[in-house]
């Protein structure tokens, strides 16, 4: 996702958070300067979308230490939870969750990656 689409994104979701909170009728230039404002605080804080790895080259070019979640529940696997993978230098492994087939079911959400929160 694209810098652009963050701050789109983080507007749309502010902008009706703050025109829902404020008591009166505030003009559109007055909401979008509280938008603008809280985007650059939440941007400077180090906020970024969840990115999601879809195929095993994109899984593969994860560093070492990174965290990933499956993001669809398995079909064919009973479990109490989505699984959270943690790359260990030498693979993948299972940290949370229940995985008899000990691989990662794709698309998954990176939960954590090396170097990518400043």
Not at 46 to 62: K, N
Not at 68 to 94: A, L, Q
Request: glycine share 6%; net charge negative; hydrophobic share 40%.
């Amino acid at each position: 996702m694209s810098a652009e689409e963050i701050r789109v994104e983080l507007g749309e979701l502010l902008h009706q958070n703050i025109t829902d909170s404020l008591p009166t009728d505030p003009t559109r230039n007055e909401i979008g300067a509280q938008v603008d404002t809280a985007i650059d605080i939440v941007l400077a804080a180090g906020y970024r979308c969840p990115r999601t790895v879809t195929t095993v080259e994109e899984l593969d070019a994860l560093p070492v230490d990174s965290v990933v979640m499956e993001t669809e529940e398995d079909t064919f696997v009973i479990r109490t939870m989505r699984g959270v993978f943690h790359r260990f230098p030498d693979g993948w492994y299972v940290v949370a969750g229940y995985d008899a087939r000990h691989n990662i079911a794709l698309p998954a959400t990176v939960l954590y990656e090396p170097g990518a929160i400043k």
